[in-house]
């Protein structure tokens, strides 16, 4: 049964499942479109030419007809789990006749979860979706059948970016307006706060803001002129203080009921953008309530297309486990040619590019499919040498991001935790650990810890050989590496593209394929 699935909205997608297989997971954002892009033709024609085969079922995942989750659904809708939460309806197809599925957006994230887990089928779990609107536990029996749980807390995304906004000085909209970069950039600065007690300024308005059953873009700066926090910067201490403790309120919502009800020993699946907050997942992870936790690579709105094509396979067939590797993207299209008189083009040799980057070379990485997911996992990476400092102010300036953004490491899984104490392995970088080594200052947050991601030669030979080479030079099997893309872009995914963008922020090197190429001018 081949199914081709699609998801409206941010974050779009477009996937295929054939015989429990996944053959593709394409993003509207990569390829240097727009972060969280909308369905594009570019991503249809290239799921289409992918297919050797009209589908058998075409999924679309429930959505909303507007810009917020409570107007008019489109298809099933965006939530629920019960009775209307799935349809099943003949259809057509390019004149071809097909079933047309859709199921929720809710129980797209809890599908992705559960179709990519490790664990075992015909055994039950439980399951969290936190997300910019829904934030709740579910349980999943050994069918597959989904119960709602408890409904925990309204918008624990949206709330936790909300406090950015409120207090970024550049942040002049009213209401109505969300940033979807703003978790990612808070969940940085949490890492510089003073665990001090709570003043009864930070407690009226986490109080305040946790309370909110609306919808929480729609609070306008200018009711909030009551808290000395609007406004106030968000590089600022107070700010810093104030965001770790509403993370920690937010988190102890949420594990408050799982201590009180979630009580059978199950294994915990974890789905929704919160997923991509590694100190609550390394917070779920050693809390001791649940045998095992798994977070998918795409846990946001990235995978909900993959989680929609698993539901439609549990619907038809029974089993929602499918066959899936990280690297489920488009191969890398090598478009353009790399002028002879400004590179030296030559094979790829592991041991010279380790001992380039170990002589400070920062290098664009492009090699094979590129990962699913928003995180840079080896694919589709900008890799460094992890000892300097001066390193970290590098690469948050090639892209062009805020300087107190951590960088994060790369590392052998054999070798991990000589480096690493924590959460691992960790193949999809999902995960805070704690750094063991003071040699590691390009990659050790302010906080001493570090968003590593492990790999194995199965994983990835390429990077694995890498890491081995760089290991021989150095003794450490370590790399710096963050995401290689224009700023505001999904992944970098031509050569013309990486030509342009190393030109414009001084890369020193590249890897494509298995051609190592480097500048015949240094750099100024």
């Given at each position: 049964m081949?199914?081709?699935?699609?998801?409206?909205?941010?974050?779009?997608?477009?996937?295929?499942?054939?015989?429990?297989?996944?053959?593709?997971?394409?993003?509207?954002e990569?390829?240097?479109?727009?972060?969280?892009?909308?369905?594009?033709?570019?991503?249809?024609?290239?799921?289409?030419?992918?297919?050797?085969?009209?589908?058998?079922?075409?999924?679309?995942?429930?959505?909303?007809?507007?810009?917020?989750?409570?107007?008019?659904?489109?298809r099933t809708?965006?939530?629920?789990?019960?009775e209307?939460?799935?349809?099943?309806?003949?259809?057509?197809?390019?004149?071809?006749?097909?079933?047309?599925?859709s199921?929720?957006?809710?129980?797209?994230?809890?599908?992705t979860?559960?179709?990519?887990?490790?664990f075992?089928?015909?055994?039950?779990?439980?399951?969290?979706?936190?997300?910019?609107?829904?934030?709740?536990?579910?349980?999943?029996?050994?069918?597959?059948?989904?119960?709602?749980?408890?409904?925990?807390?309204?918008?624990?995304?949206?709330?936790?970016?909300?406090?950015?906004?409120?207090?970024?000085?550049?942040?002049?909209?009213?209401?109505?307006?969300?940033?979807?970069?703003?978790?990612?950039?808070?969940?940085?600065?949490?890492?510089?706060?003073?665990?001090?007690?709570?003043?009864?300024?930070?407690?009226?308005?986490?109080?305040?803001?946790l309370?909110?059953?609306?919808i929480?873009?729609?609070?306008?700066?200018?009711?909030?002129?009551?808290?000395?926090?609007?406004?106030?910067?968000?590089?600022?201490?107070?700010?810093?203080?104030?965001?770790?403790?509403?993370?920690?309120?937010?988190?102890?919502?949420?594990?408050?009921?799982?201590?009180?009800?979630?009580?059978?020993?199950?294994?915990?699946?974890?789905s929704?953008?919160?997923?991509?907050?590694?100190?609550?997942?390394?917070r779920?992870?050693?809390c001791?309530?649940?045998?095992?936790?798994?977070?998918?690579?795409?846990?946001?709105?990235?995978?909900?297309?993959?989680?929609?094509?698993?539901?439609?396979?549990?619907?038809?067939?029974?089993?929602?486990?499918?066959?899936?590797?990280?690297?489920?993207?488009?191969?890398?299209?090598?478009?353009?040619a790399?002028?002879?008189?400004?590179?030296?083009?030559?094979?790829?040799?592991?041991?010279?590019?380790?001992?380039?980057?170990?002589?400070?070379?920062?290098?664009?990485?492009?090699?094979?499919?590129?990962?699913?997911?928003?995180?840079?996992?080896?694919?589709?990476?900008?890799?460094?040498?992890?000892?300097?400092?001066?390193?970290?102010?590098r690469?948050?300036?090639?892209?062009?991001?805020?300087?107190?953004?951590p960088?994060?490491?790369?590392?052998?899984?054999?070798?991990?935790?000589?480096?690493?104490?924590?959460?691992?392995?960790?193949?999809?970088?999902?995960?805070?650990?704690?750094?063991?080594?003071?040699?590691?200052?390009?990659?050790?947050?302010?906080?001493?810890?570090?968003?590593?991601?492990?790999?194995?030669?199965?994983?990835?030979?390429?990077?694995?050989?890498?890491?081995?080479?760089?290991r021989?030079?150095?003794?450490?099997?370590?790399?710096?590496?963050?995401?290689?893309?224009?700023?505001?872009?999904?992944?970098?995914?031509?050569?013309?593209?990486?030509?342009?963008?190393?030109?414009?922020?001084?890369?020193?090197?590249?890897?494509?394929?298995?051609t190592?190429?480097?500048?015949?001018?240094?750099?100024?």
């Amino acid at each position: 049964m081949l199914i081709l699935s699609f998801k409206e909205g941010h974050d779009s997608a477009v996937t295929a499942i054939d015989d429990g297989r996944l053959l593709f997971s394409l993003e509207a954002e990569k390829d240097s479109f727009p972060r969280y892009d909308s369905l594009t033709a570019e991503v249809l024609l290239a799921a289409a030419e992918r297919l050797d085969r009209l589908p058998d079922v075409v999924a679309v995942g429930g959505w909303v007809k507007g810009a917020y989750s409570d107007e008019p659904p489109s298809r099933t809708g965006y939530f629920g789990v019960g009775e209307g939460s799935v349809s099943d309806q003949a259809g057509r197809f390019f004149g071809t006749d097909v079933r047309v599925f859709s199921s929720t957006h809710e129980r797209s994230h809890i599908m992705t979860a559960y179709g990519l887990s490790p664990f075992p089928a015909g055994q039950p779990y439980y399951c969290l979706v936190w997300e910019g609107n829904i934030g709740s536990f579910y349980r999943i029996d050994e069918s597959g059948g989904v119960t709602h749980l408890r409904h925990v807390m309204s918008d624990p995304g949206n709330k936790y970016a909300y406090l950015f906004a409120l207090a970024d000085r550049k942040f002049t909209a009213n209401k109505g307006v969300l940033r979807l970069q703003d978790a990612g950039k808070q969940m940085a600065l949490t890492g510089f706060a003073r665990r001090t007690g709570t003043s009864a300024e930070e407690r009226e308005l986490i109080d305040f803001l946790l309370a909110q059953e609306r919808i929480i873009t729609t609070l306008g700066k200018d009711e909030m002129d009551w808290t000395p926090f609007r406004n106030i910067g968000v590089e600022s201490q107070e700010y810093k203080d104030l965001a770790a403790k509403f993370s920690d309120a937010i988190f102890d919502r949420f594990h408050a009921y799982a201590a009180e009800h979630l009580t059978e020993g199950l294994p915990l699946l974890i789905s929704g953008g919160c997923g991509l907050n590694c100190e609550w997942n390394r917070r779920w992870s050693e809390c001791g309530l649940f045998p095992e936790v798994f977070v998918p690579p795409c846990p946001n709105d990235s995978g909900s297309s993959l989680g929609t094509a698993i539901d439609a396979q549990l619907h038809y067939t029974g089993v929602a486990a499918v066959e899936w590797d990280v690297y489920a993207g488009d191969d890398f299209v090598e478009d353009a040619a790399f002028d002879p008189e400004r590179y030296e083009t030559r094979p790829l040799d592991y041991g010279e590019v380790a001992r380039f980057i170990a002589d400070g070379g920062i290098i664009g990485w492009a090699r094979g499919r590129w990962e699913m997911g928003p995180r840079a996992l080896g694919n589709r990476s900008i890799l460094a040498a992890p000892f300097s400092a001066e390193t970290t102010a590098r690469l948050n300036k090639i892209k062009q991001r805020e300087g107190y953004r951590p960088i994060a490491p790369l590392c052998l899984e054999e070798d991990a935790e000589q480096w690493f104490e924590g959460s691992l392995p960790d193949p999809y970088m999902l995960y805070f650990s704690t750094v063991r080594s003071e040699a590691l200052k390009a990659v050790t947050h302010v906080d001493g810890t570090a968003r590593a991601q492990t790999v194995t030669r199965e994983q990835n030979p390429a990077v694995a050989s890498l890491l081995t080479a760089f290991r021989d030079v150095t003794g450490f099997s370590v790399l710096c590496n963050t995401s290689l893309n224009f700023s505001g872009r999904g992944f970098i995914n031509h050569t013309s593209d990486l030509i342009r963008y190393g030109e414009q922020h001084d890369l020193d090197g590249y890897v494509v394929g298995d051609t190592f190429v480097t500048r015949r001018v240094p750099r100024p």
